[in-house]
T-cell receptor
Framework: DTGVSQDPRHKITKRGQNVTFRCDPI?????LYWYRQTLGQGPEFLTY????????KSRLLSDRFSAERPKGSFSTLEIQRTEQGDSAMYLC????????????FGPGTRLTVL | LAKTTQPISMDSYEGQEVNITCSHN???????ITWYQQFPSQGPRFIIQ???TKVTNEVASLFIPADRKSSTLSLPRVSLSDTAVYYC???????????FGTGTKLQVIP
């Protein structure tokens, strides 16, 4: 257990529905990341927050995806109008400072879109 | 971010030392080399990070030659529980966008 928690751990939804995932980072970490991982591939970067500011977004993050970190603590990732191609593991990670590449990953949320 | 190349898979017997090499020909002066381990259905876990020469911790060693165009993760005396995917990443300290690649799937055989 790294101290990063994600909820839910599993989500099954029907195509076209909206889903929201939550990530609670380690409390003193000001940096938070979201990744998406499909079977047999490494995690793909989606977006990054420093405190409450969203500083970088991947082109993978289409207009159906939105992420927030309103108070610089927990974060949410919402996917609107889900598609079957959105089925993946969604990983959240946090890190404490800018001079390290060490990120602490949560257990992930596995999304299945039927 | 510098692109990395590593073997897709490796097999090793229990008790052996395993060396996984990563190529990063375009590494920049201020880039660090970081290795992560990932078990199925879990998030990646940081193993080790280095800039040059050799770094050792309780889990692994990281060897980086002078030209820094490659690096080798060394796992001493592997056990079955070391079966996992190992990712090599290159980037400056605190870089925001991280590229994991496909990693090296290590299978430890009894």
């Amino acid at each position: 257990d790294t101290g990063v928690s994600q909820d839910p751990r599993h989500k099954i939804t029907k195509r076209g529905q909206n889903v929201t995932f939550r990530c609670d980072p380690i409390s003193e970490h000001n940096r938070l990341y979201w990744y998406r991982q499909t079977l047999g591939q490494g995690p793909e970067f989606l977006t990054y927050f420093q405190n409450e500011a969203q500083l970088e977004k991947s082109r993978l993050l289409s207009d159906r995806f939105s992420a927030e970190r309103p108070k610089g603590s927990f974060s949410t990732l919402e996917i609107q109008r889900t598609e079957q191609g959105d089925s993946a593991m969604y990983l959240c990670a946090s890190s404490p400072r800018s001079d390290t590449n060490e990120q602490f990953f949560g257990p992930g949320t596995r999304l299945t879109v039927l | 971010l510098a692109k990395t190349t590593q073997p897709i898979s490796m097999d090793s017997y229990e008790g052996q030392e395993v060396n996984i090499t990563c190529s990063h020909n375009n590494i920049a002066t201020n880039d660090y080399i970081t290795w992560y381990q990932q078990f199925p259905s879990q998030g990646p876990r940081f193993i080790i990070q280095g800039y040059k020469t050799k770094v050792t911790n309780e889990v692994a060693s990281l060897f980086i030659p002078a030209d820094r165009k490659s690096s080798t993760l060394s796992l001493p005396r592997v056990s079955l529980s070391d079966t996992a995917v190992y990712y090599c990443l290159v980037g400056s300290g605190g870089y925001q966008k991280v590229t994991f690649g496909t990693g090296t799937k290590l299978q430890v055989i009894p």
